[in-house]
């Protein structure tokens, strides 16, 4: 069930609330509301792959790459 909400309180960012097609929440903020907007159909747009990811896979790859990265320019591990 899609679902969104933009909302803004006087001297504050607007922030943007949206359900995908999965029923999984998201929310940010933007200092402008077209920028909101369109973050709103982004994350739509893109609701298959954010289902289809494996987001600790993604942080596990990403730490690895970043040690690697790290041996390669001779910096001590951290991890």
Known sequence: MRDFSITRKKGELYHAIVTDSYGNKYENFFEHANKANDWIYYVWSKEE?????????LLYQAIQECKQIDEENNITKII
């Open 49 to 57: 792959w954010f289902n289809s990811v494996n987001s600790q896979e």
